[in-house]
């Protein structure tokens, strides 16, 4: 099982990124899906996750409007694309692996496969 995250760099304050997740191993239509992050000095928090039953999205209050997650079952890829980035939102962003769930979690330890994370730096 791999999970591998790209797509970080850096953006000004305004700007968009889109992070990509890309698996092998096993089927990631059959699982839920997750975005987290870690910036310096802070713990890593959920970002986005979505179910394997209906695809239903969640989002963190703090992207809520801004981040969109999605998924190509067909290619084995995740996606997080990021609109009006903020320089809060600089951090390493991971992608993780869940389970076969009905709900969504922000709970790291439910998650049992993870990407290596990519840095996004949002600054003027």
């Known amino acids: 099982v791999q999970l591998q995250a790209s797509g970080g760099g850096l953006v000004q304050p305004g700007g968009s990124l889109r992070l990509f997740c890309t698996v092998s191993?096993?089927?990631?239509?059959?699982?839920?899906m997750g975005w987290f992050r870690q910036a310096p000095g802070k713990e890593r928090e959920g970002v986005s996750c979505?179910?394997?039953?209906?695809?239903?999205?969640y989002y963190k209050d703090f992207v809520k409007g801004r981040f969109t997650i999605s998924r190509d079952n067909a290619n084995n890829t995740m996606y997080l694309q990021m609109n009006s980035l903020k320089p809060e939102d600089t951090a390493v962003y991971y992608c993780?692996?869940?389970?076969?769930?009905?709900?969504?979690?922000?709970?790291?330890?439910?998650?049992?496969?993870w990407g290596q994370g990519t840095q996004v730096t949002v600054s003027s």
């Open positions: 979505m179910t394997s039953t209906d695809g239903t999205t």
């Open positions: 993780a692996r869940g389970g076969a769930w009905s709900s969504g979690s922000y709970y790291p330890g439910e998650y049992d496969y």
């Open positions: 191993g096993f089927t990631m239509a059959y699982l839920a």
